[in-house]
């Protein structure tokens, strides 16, 4: 058993719970890290409720630059949505996090690292398997999983032991957010057929109502502008967050499949990460040749599922970033979005490596297409319909 382990601790209830159950109920010495990956919040208020609860220390890490360069940029490129809708929110900060639990235990001689996941979520999966790809050497510990306390029973547990928390009885909605969006699970939402109530709701309040257009320049699929100002990423997707949200656009509310199979009602916000995707994907349709953005669609949705599934650190993660990065090399331009209320949609798109070409497109009299080409190809292409129409088809009739 693991004498001195390292938290991931986010302050929220289960984490803290988790500091002092573990003391009491393991006998090991616990440091708390929180990861800043775009959450926001009060990080002397959750150092001093990490060591309220007992933590001999109680760490912050700022992943904000981290997260955004090394993490969401990949995920973007890859336009990876989890069944085609999710953009993996919650699954993205796993990794990252799991980096620095392990780069703290090295630091600090913990023999182990912990979290507070239960035994039915996604996120057990992903910080153990990421721990065993980077460390497996050190021990993980699970005590949500083994506790058998309802969320109920923490707040009163919490309670007992002056542990400062921010949930309560008539509010247990489990909240998860950073840079590249929001979760919000539990409460009204675990009714499939419940509406989520408009107070779960904090990214996408609808408060814009003028439509607004707004454009994002990208180099090598990364986006590195908005508006025509320079930004690093992390502070362009916080602006996208900030532009986009006010329209309403972001807002997912979906039943997903997940890891351990269960299906699972997941209520999700994530303006800026969705529009971004948006307007890659469209630059995309004029910079990728035909069918490398064919091959490239089919591997997106295998690609979303790695993330999904706590396989980042992972040797077939690793071989489709080689092909994304090389898919990437051109997708350099501009596209212009539209926001109204609830929409956001693609107006235009232009790059200086574009193979869109006007002459051969237009129907006008600058068109520069052969169309008498046209006619040998289309023979050739319809020959094997045609020897199969006169071949079988006519013996079937």
Request: proline content about 4%.
């Amino acid at each position: 058993m693991a004498k001195r382990v390292v938290l991931a601790y986010s302050g929220g209830l289960d984490t803290s719970v988790c500091v002092r159950w573990m003391i009491d109920n393991l006998g090991v010495e616990v440091i708390a890290l929180a990861a800043d990956v775009g959450q926001g919040g009060d990080w002397d208020a959750v150092t001093s409720r990490a060591k309220a609860a007992g933590a001999v220390e109680a760490l912050v890490v700022d992943c904000r630059e981290e997260f955004a360069r090394d993490f969401c940029a990949p995920v973007l490129k890859a336009n990876a949505l989890y069944e085609s809708q999710y953009p993996l929110v919650s699954a993205l900060s796993r990794p990252v996090i799991v980096k620095h639990l392990v780069a703290a235990a090295r630091a600090h001689g913990a023999d182990g690292v912990a979290h507070g996941c239960t035994g039915k979520g996604n996120d057990q999966v992903r910080f153990e398997v990421s721990t065993a790809a980077l460390a497996p050497d050190l021990e993980v510990l699970a005590p949500v999983r083994v506790w058998g306390m309802t969320r109920e029973d923490c707040i009163a547990y919490a309670d007992k032991h002056d542990i400062p928390i921010t949930a309560s009885k008539e509010k247990l909605y489990s909240i998860d957010d950073n840079l590249w969006g929001r979760a919000i699970e539990c409460g009204e939402m675990e009714d499939p057929w419940a509406q989520p109530p408009d107070g779960v709701w904090e990214m996408t309040r609808r408060t814009a109502t003028e439509p607004r257009e707004v454009t994002v320049a990208f180099e090598q699929g990364v986006p590195v502008a908005v508006d025509g100002e320079r930004l690093p990423m992390h502070t362009l997707v916080a602006r996208m967050n900030e532009v986009v949200g006010p329209y309403g656009f972001g807002r997912l509310d979906m039943v997903e499949n997940r890891r351990v199979g269960i299906k699972s009602r997941e209520t999700y916000e994530a303006p800026g990460s969705l529009a971004l995707m948006l307007a890659h994907k469209d630059l995309e349709g004029i910079t990728l040749e035909r069918d490398l953005q064919r091959e490239k669609l089919r591997l997106e949705h295998r690609y979303a599922e790695l993330v999904y599934d706590g396989l980042w650190f992972s040797p077939l993660k690793q071989a489709l970033d080689a092909f994304v990065d090389a898919s990437q090399a051109y997708v350099t331009g501009e596209v212009r979005l539209m926001l109204e209320p609830n929409r956001c949609y693609v107006v235009g798109r232009r790059s200086d490596y574009s193979l869109y070409d006007y002459g051969l497109a237009t129907y006008d009299a600058a068109d520069s297409f052969n169309h008498e080409h046209a006619e040998g190809f289309v023979r050739l292409w319809g020959l094997g319909v045609q020897t199969w129409a006169a071949r079988q088809t006519q013996r079937n009739a």
